[in-house]
Every structure is written in structure tokens, then in C-alpha cells.
């Protein structure tokens, strides 16, 4: 499974809700292989070319803390942060990004069942980032306009290397 890098339009696209969470539990796994592979701690089902609306995580890297989240949103938020954070689609790119500082948060598991899960650190920066690639936003979107026109010569790159240019 390969992570999809910026320019990539798959990445612009907002992802479509999972009717049937059988359909996703292999991709889920092969996700996890990937997520740990580039040293991650979350991704979404778009950075990996599927249209589908769900994420994984794993922000300790123990086994047992696992998560696939089908079909999530934010129920709640509180607080504002600012805090550096890098993208496996943006690759070599570290920015200061704006987030809610705690955050609850309703989903389906793979089962089926409906769980809330709520959290502040990087629970709540993870959950927020993996939700802005399920919407078809990166990181990148979240800089200031100043910040974005710095970044323009390393956008230049990654848009070189693209192989649909």
C-alpha cells in the first residue's frame, strides 16, 4: 500500500461514508503495515487512494491501542493550541498548525458499534488532522498566508517529483 503525496488531486477529495465496515477491515489492516512502516501515528483511508470516510490510529505504538474510526466527527471541542506538525502526504514539511486542544469524537469500530472518545494532546491533534484528509484538506491548507507563500519553493519540488505532471 502506498501513501499518496502532494500534489496528488485523490488528496483534494472529500471521502464518501462507509455503509458496510466489511468492506474496509483488510484495507484497515494493510493501513496499520503502512502507518508503522513510515513511522506514523494516524492515516486516513484517502492518503492511501480509497474514497472511503474512516481512519487509523495508533498514538502510543503499543499493541492493543489500535484504533479504526468509521465514519467520524467531532461532537465537541475545547480550547485552541498551536503546535508543529508533519504529513506523511506532504513529505519534509513541519508547520505550526492551529488545532482545539481537546476534542470528543463519535464513531463506528469495524464491529459496528458506536463509540465516543474524547481526549486533549495528541489524541486531539491526530483526530483533527486525520478528519481535515477525510474533508480533502492537508496541512498545508491550515498556514497562514504569509506561511504559505514561504512554502511555495517546497511545494514547487514535491510538484516535480509528482508523476502526473
Known sequence: MKILVYPNPFLRRPAEPVE????????????FR??????GVGLAATQVGIGRRFFIMNIRGESGTERVLVNPEIVETRGETVAVEGCL???GIELKIP??????????????????LEGD???ARAVQHELDHLAGKLIIDRVSP???????PRLK?????????
Do not use: C, Q
Not at 20 to 31: K, L, N, P, R, W
Open 20 to 31: 458496510d465496515t466489511g468492506e474496509i477491515s483488510d484495507a484497515a489492516s494493510e493501513m
Open 34 to 39: 503502512t502507518m508503522y512502516e513510515n513511522k
Open 89 to 91: 502526504s506532504v513529505p
Open 99 to 116: 488545532r482545539h486542544e481537546w476534542v470528543k469524537i463519535r464513531a463506528t469500530t469495524l464491529d459496528g458499534k458506536e463509540i465516543e
Open 121 to 123: 494532546g495528541l489524541f
Open 146 to 152: 504569509a506561511a504559505r507563500i514561504a512554502l511555495k
Open 157 to 165: 519540488e514535491l510538484e516535480k517529483k509528482y508523476p502526473g505532471k
